[in-house]
T-cell receptor, first 111, second 112 residues
Framework: KQEVTQIPAALSVPEGENLVLNCSFT??????LQWFRQDPGKGLTSLLL?????REQTSGRLNASLDKSSGRSTLYIAASQPGDSATYLC??????????FGAGTTVTVRA | DAGVIQSPRHEVTEMGQEVTLRCKPI?????LFWYRQTMMRGLELLIY????????DSGMPEDRFSAKMPNASFSTLKIQPSEPRDSAVYFC??????????FGSGTQLSVL
């Protein structure tokens, strides 16, 4: 069974600092990996999806890398803003639909 | 597009009552998922539909839970009878060719 771990569970940074969020998974035979954002009381918003054949994906200030052999993905958020405060979840799939979610990292960006 | 629409947003009911949660997926999406989120267990997949057909219901906790998708634009998750341990946030999500998952805002269920 795929186990997805996100450490740390929470972090707080001053505005403008770059954020580095880590995700590790036990089964390297993944189909794809997604990073989501969840705001309090809301659903999840998909930020980036990396296919198993890709090494990274970028969208604006966000960049996600994938290293299947080591079972790791990293989400970088450049020049953080207070609006980036949220919980970020990583999820892998080992087929075309079933996602295994990490518990998330709760980020606070201090103004 | 309005996104995935769920109703109700909040549901408070008493133990033993029937609860029905509703979902309207994004038009054109052929995959629909029901998830449950709790502090203890995180996000759990309950059931997955593809083209309105249930493909994987292995995550449905027990026979008290049932889900239907009568057409491409509507799905329900029913709990009968409800129990306090069913209290959680229930999310519906849909996806299409991009494989990105789009979540609704969820239904916060409290069973007293």
């Amino acid at each position: 069974k795929q186990e997805v771990t996100q450490i740390p569970a929470a972090l707080s940074v001053p505005e403008g600092e770059n954020l580095v969020l880590n995700c590790s998974f036990t089964d390297s035979a993944i189909y794809n990996l997604q990073w989501f954002r969840q705001d309090p009381g809301k659903g999840l918003t998909s930020l980036l999806l990396i296919q198993s054949s890709q090494r990274e994906q970028t969208s604006g200030r966000l960049n996600a890398s994938l290293d299947k052999s080591s079972g790791r993905s990293t989400l970088y958020i450049a020049a953080s803003q207070p609006g980036d405060s949220a919980t970020y979840l990583c999820a892998t799939s080992t087929n075309d639909y079933k996602l295994s979610f990490g518990a998330g990292t709760t980020v606070t960006v201090r103004a | 597009d309005a996104g995935v629409i769920q109703s109700p947003r909040h549901e408070v009911t008493e133990m033993g009552q029937e609860v029905t949660l509703r979902c309207k997926p994004i038009s054109g999406h052929n995959s629909l998922f029901w998830y449950r989120q709790t502090m203890m267990r995180g996000l759990e997949l309950l059931i997955y539909f593809n083209n309105n057909v249930p493909i994987d219901d292995s995550g449905m906790p027990e026979d008290r839970f049932s889900a239907k998708m009568p057409n491409a634009s509507f799905s329900t998750l029913k709990i009968q009878p409800s129990e306090p341990r069913d209290s959680a946030v229930y999310f519906c999500a849909s996806s299409g060719s991009s494989e990105k998952l789009f979540f609704g805002s969820g239904t916060q269920l409290s069973v007293l």
